[in-house]
């Protein structure tokens, strides 16, 4: 799904990867560290079911809140659906974020999903970019 | 053409019952061959319409049902989703862009179908929302798409 240039891009910063797995379900996010920064991919394609969204959103809470990171990117792309559920699950973590004195920028959102966004304008609220050299740029 | 099609159900108040539905109804869009943009409308608004139903609606419970009725044909999808809850007014449910309610982490699925569907009508006092979705609609019209023309 990367584009070669940002493969390179990435592989000539210190990079870290891991991912956030339930032992009974599929992973739902990959993390990368760059420079400091932690980029976090949302692996499924359907962010809809409420159980599901429940266990991301606390993941995701657990970065800011247990890991102490206070720079984070969400990378899109590979998102094809996503409803109100997971929406709300974004304005928390940007609260947290916040709260924490910390930045958190979305990146690689399909049209689709970005005209979710906008809709309910949340680009608003929420710094949004097209991809992730951008958002990397945005720290 | 097509012979129109038509799927009704009842599901306990239960998330995963209410995905499965889901799956067959864009099953029968796929079958259609609506476009990508129509199954992604009616998926978003039937995820939206049955969670309402199932959480607020039914509040969870067990002993009570949701029923969903769908005609399809090669022109338009109708999804009538009805639960046994207390009813709501759909027009006391607060404008999700005001600064006021903007960070707050629900209420959107409402506005998100009405910017999706042909037509999003609430009836029963709120227990039954009719989606329709045309064939091909322009929806959702965005802001800046009205600015442009």
Partial sequence: ?139 | MVEPKHFETQIPSCMTDGLSVQETLIGLMEAFEYSLRDVFAMRLSLEEAITNAIRHGNQLDPQKTVQICCRIDDQRMEVVVTDEGAGFKPEEVPDPTLDEFIERPCGRGLMLMRAYLSRCEYSEGGRRITMVRQRNSPLPILGDQVANG
């Fill in chain 1, 1 to 139: 799904m990367f584009a070669a240039g940002r493969r390179k891009h990435w592989s000539s910063k210190n990079v870290i990867t891991s991912g956030a797995r339930d032992m009974s379900k599929n992973r739902r996010i990959d993390i990368e560290e760059i420079s400091g920064i932690t980029v976090v991919k949302l692996l499924e394609k359907k962010i809809l079911d409420e159980a599901n969204i429940e266990e991301l959103g606390k993941e995701l809470f657990g970065l800011v809140e247990t890991s102490g990171r206070r720079k984070l990117i969400l990378e899109f792309s590979d998102v094809e659906y996503l409803s109100s559920a997971a929406l709300g699950k974004l304005i928390t973590l940007h609260k947290k974020v916040v709260a924490a004195k910390g930045k958190l920028v979305l990146c690689g959102i399909p049209k689709e999903i970005l005209e979710v966004f906008k809709i309910t304008q949340l680009d608003r609220i929420l710094t949004i970019c097209a991809d992730l050299d951008g958002a990397i740029a945005k720290f």
